[in-house]
């Protein structure tokens, strides 16, 4: 769950937002005790209080000595909250104003990550996953059924009602998504939707706190190869595509074909499988041209193991550029 590089980010972020909150909170203090002085003897006054109360715990009759104190501090609160008034300032003007405020962006309450944190890093990923795609307009709101109401499969029939089961199949499927999804071999012409539907899954599939790693599969076997040739890391890293609960290759077959991108698809897919890991692939290429441009090992993988979605019909954005 949650992917570990976000997290750190969220971490940092959070500690970010506190430490400015409390420099603002330090500023205004000082500007507010130049204008009121006896806001800072109430506070100076506070603060004697509080360490009275620890010291209570030694007296001989503890629990009078702590409401007296306790009272005091009231009072103190209730003169300093009067005073702010009177300045027509809010009454906790001088707190930091911390983003959360369950945990004061410290990102943990009882040991345990706050659920602060756990939001910013599904905002930090949905961020990253649109810096490398479209994923910002890919969602299953958005995606137009009507369009394919005009299309036609090889028999001339509508492909409506077959994407609208795509659809509602994937929907289903990101909305139930656990360690123990299958893996997808969504296949079909270009231009019918899978990559707006594969992304639709991977926002809602983060959305649900899953370590969610998308990419085009000419991007990551590129940088696979870097990183075994030139020890370069990029986007993309073995470990990375290993590691992740949901691993998204768009397009494959796409990729400039090399003996060495067949090799590194061979070992992610043969990887995820031992790992117990699902993969979405989205590719042109049915499972005759997967066998020709990747082996035998892996169309059997894919057709032993992989749920297959099939997108039938002409190219959509063609009737798209004509309708608008
Ligand atoms: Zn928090």
Redesign the pocket.
């Known amino acids: 769950m949650y992917n570990p590089e976000a997290i750190s980010k969220a971490f940092a972020a959070a500690a970010e937002d506190r430490s400015k909150a409390i420099a603002v909170s330090v500023e205004r203090r000082e500007d507010a005790e130049k204008r009121c002085p006896r806001l800072a003897d109430i506070t100076k006054e506070l603060s004697a209080v509080g360490a009275g109360i620890a010291k209570t715990f030694y007296a001989d009759e503890p629990m009078q000595s702590m409401e007296a104190l306790a009272n005091e501090s009231l009072r103190l609160q209730e003169e300093r909250k009067a005073l702010l008034k009177a300045m027509d300032l809010p009454e906790d003007y001088l707190e930091p104003a911390y983003t ?1 405020k ?2 004061e ?1 410290k ?1 943990r ?1 009882n040991g345990k990550i ?4 756990k939001k910013r890093a599904i905002d930090i990923s949905l961020k990253e996953l649109a810096a490398v795609s479209p994923s910002k307009h890919c969602t299953f709101e958005n995606f137009d059924l009507n369009f394919y109401k005009n299309i036609q499969d090889e028999n001339g029939k509508s492909v409506y009602d077959k994407i609208k089961n795509n659809l509602e199949y994937l929907k289903a499927y990101s909305e139930d998504f656990s360690a123990e999804s299958k893996s997808l071999y969504i296949f079909g012409k270009t231009g019918l939707g899978k990559t707006h539907l594969s992304l639709a899954v991977a926002n809602t599939v983060i959305k649900k706190g899953f370590h969610v790693l998308y990419g085009m599969a000419g991007v990551i076997f590129s940088d696979i190869e870097k990183e075994k040739f030139k020890s370069i890391e990029g986007k993309y890293t073995m470990e990375k595509l290993l590691q992740a609960d949901l691993l998204i290759i768009d397009d494959l077959g796409s990729e400039f074909h090399t003996s060495f991108s067949a090799s590194v698809a061979h070992n992610i897919i043969e990887g995820r499988l031992l790992a117990g890991k699902p993969v979405i692939i989205t590719t042109n290429l049915d499972l005759g041209g997967i066998h020709k441009q990747y082996g035998e090992r892996i169309a059997s993988r894919i057709l032993g193991e992989y749920v297959p979605i099939k997108f039938e019909g002409e190219d959509i954005r063609q009737l798209k550029k004509f309708m608008y």
Do not use: L, P, R
């Not at 706050?114 to 944190?117: L, M, N, P, T, V």
């Open positions: 959360c369950v945990c962006d990102g309450v706050c659920a602060c944190i």
